[in-house]
């Protein structure tokens, strides 16, 4: 369903689906009041409306999780990572969007669509530095025992 969302937002929003954009705008949008000048603030809040597609996609993804969680009664009963471990990854996948030109769900969706060689390796990086990680933390036990009650 996600891929589908693609040729209309190429043909007629000219852009492409992806989160780390709609977090920049989210962010700038909070920061504005106090850091008017700054570029990069500036650039998201004032910037072309179809930026906060991104955010709108990015909270409806939050939100649709959030509602299956729920619904599901699995929203507090996976114990997965430490909160410091949480937003240690959290930061690390923050500062790697931007350093890689997009985050996974625009290289792995909006730029493999487009054929495009960054992200194709940008994609095989992040499976290339993922699989490792989960099973480096599924060794030492960083990762709880939410991978026995998943299932």
């Not at 990086?125 to 299932?151: E, K, R, W």
Request: aromatic share 16%; glycine share 16%; charged share 5%.
């Amino acid at each position: 369903m996600v891929g589908l969302i693609q040729l209309p937002l190429v043909s007629f929003l000219y852009t492409s689906i992806g989160s780390s954009g709609g977090l920049g705008v989210i962010t700038s949008l909070f920061l504005y009041p106090w850091f008017k000048e700054n570029s990069f603030v500036k650039a998201r809040v004032t910037s072309n409306p179809v930026n906060y597609f991104q955010s709108i996609y990015l909270v409806m993804a939050l939100g649709g999780g959030s509602f299956a969680a729920l619904t599901s009664y699995t929203f507090y009963t996976n114990s997965g990572v430490s909160p410091g471990l949480s937003f240690i990854g959290g930061f690390l996948i923050l500062f790697g969007s931007m350093l890689g030109g997009g985050c996974t769900s625009g290289h792995g969706i909006g730029g493999m669509s487009f054929l495009s060689l960054p992200s194709f390796v940008s994609v095989a990086a992040m499976f290339g530095g993922g699989i490792p990680t989960a099973f480096i933390l599924q060794v030492t036990g960083a990762y709880g025992d939410s991978l026995n009650n998943s299932f």
